[in-house]
């Protein structure tokens, strides 16, 4: 099995401040990768789906890198409605693992 | 806009069967090119993919619930399905169903509904 493991977990961080949270898989995934962003008794929301691309409406102050077994999310300047728990998940049709998650809060 | 709407008992008992309904509107299952995924989240833990159906029949799921995890589709009403059986507290969650765009991750989620397993 394929293992995620997240870090930090948990981030504090100030409005305006770049943050980065990084995902690292126990093998190589490729670019199988999704980060999700959730809030408080809400469903996931997809940002980032195959390492780097930005899904439809996600504002561009999110951005996602890396190939292989390391991996990054990106926040370029905090707003207030980023504070929220951060999940990277790898897929593949046959393989499906999320991270433990990353809770950003405000400092 | 494609919408997910879970339904279902919110409590079930030790060693029942765990059932879950999601219908699917503004999109047919039918159609093609995506899992019809289930997904749960532990109370104030991280989330565990349970597993996802394709609009032909075939399934996919977690190894670790392999063993008690059925999930079907009702193309007529739109539907799928989750079925867990032998369940334990351990089972307690809510569960999500989800749309997996192939190559592109879950795009779509329902709101989630809590299953509590307790006598």
């Known amino acids: 099995d394929i293992q995620m493991t997240q870090s930090p977990s948990t981030l504090s961080a100030s409005v305006g401040d770049r943050v980065t949270i990084t995902c690292r898989a126990s093998q190589s995934i490729s670019n199988w990768l999704a980060w999700y962003q959730q809030k408080p008794g809400k469903a996931p929301n997809l940002l980032i789906y195959r390492a780097s691309n930005l899904e439809d409406g996600v504002p561009s102050r999110f951005s996602g890198s890396g190939s292989g077994t390391e991996f990054t999310l990106t926040i370029s300047s905090l707003q207030p409605d980023d504070f929220a728990t951060y999940y990277c998940?790898?897929?593949?049709?046959?393989?499906?693992?999320f991270g433990q998650g990353t809770k950003l809060e405000i400092k | 806009q494609v919408q997910l709407q879970e339904s279902g008992p919110g409590l079930v008992k030790p060693s029942q069967t765990l059932s879950l309904t999601c219908t699917v509107s503004?999109?047919?299952?039918?159609?093609?090119?995506?899992?019809w995924t289930w997904i749960r989240q532990h109370p104030g833990k991280g989330l565990e993919w349970i597993g996802y159906i394709y609009y032909s029949g075939n399934t996919y799921y977690n190894p670790s619930l392999k063993s008690r995890v059925i999930i079907s589709v009702d193309m007529s009403k739109n539907q799928f399905s989750l079925k867990l059986s032998s369940v334990t507290a351990a089972d307690t969650a809510v569960y999500y169903c989800?749309?997996?765009?192939?190559?592109?991750?879950?795009?779509?989620w329902g709101q989630g509904t809590l299953v509590t397993v307790s006598s």
């Open positions: 998940q790898h897929y593949n049709s046959y393989s499906y693992t």
């Open positions: 989800a749309r997996e765009k192939l190559g592109a991750a879950v795009d779509y």
């Open positions: 503004g999109g047919s299952i039918s159609s093609g090119g995506y899992y």
